[in-house]
């Protein structure tokens, strides 16, 4: 499951809402330069980049359409020629045409990037696998939320994040450091 020559960039939910407060604490305050220097090696190398983008039905939403948390942050703007999916739900495939538009593209890599590792992240991530493309997902280009468990015991981002990352790797994905992507 390694990094093939020809591989797609997946970026989920970097829109202006995932920063809202009421979302809570999160990890990798790092993530989004993380994701911006993969964007940049992306567009430098000429790869195709998938900006996906969450279209919540619940007015209480930060990813409700009608309000500012709805746009992509500015630094997460698609170029030209790069390519904008949005989504009802979190898988990534689910309701659009990702998986047709990455066979047009003949790729059957992919590099997913984003918010939030045990939602969207995770979710895309699975139905990739499960779809047959090779999947990598960054581990320090993903944050996560705090979160209650199932039995109510409050768990920190760190744990939802690395908890979310061993449900993937060796399973759906392959869970890399973006050191060993940008150093290929």
Sequence with gaps: MGLKRKSALIIIDQQQGIDA?????RNNPEAQSIMLKLLAQWRQDKQPVFHIRHRSCEVDSVFWPLQSGFEFKPEFVP??????IEKLVPCSFTGSDLL???????IASVVIVGASTNNSVESTARTAGNLGLSVIVVEDGCFAFDKADYFARHRSASEVHAMSLANLDGEYAQVLNSKKILNR
């Design 21 to 25: 407060a009421k979302l809570g604490p």
């Design 79 to 84: 170029a030209l020629g790069e390519n904008s």
């Design 100 to 106: 047709q538009q990455l066979q047009q593209l003949s």
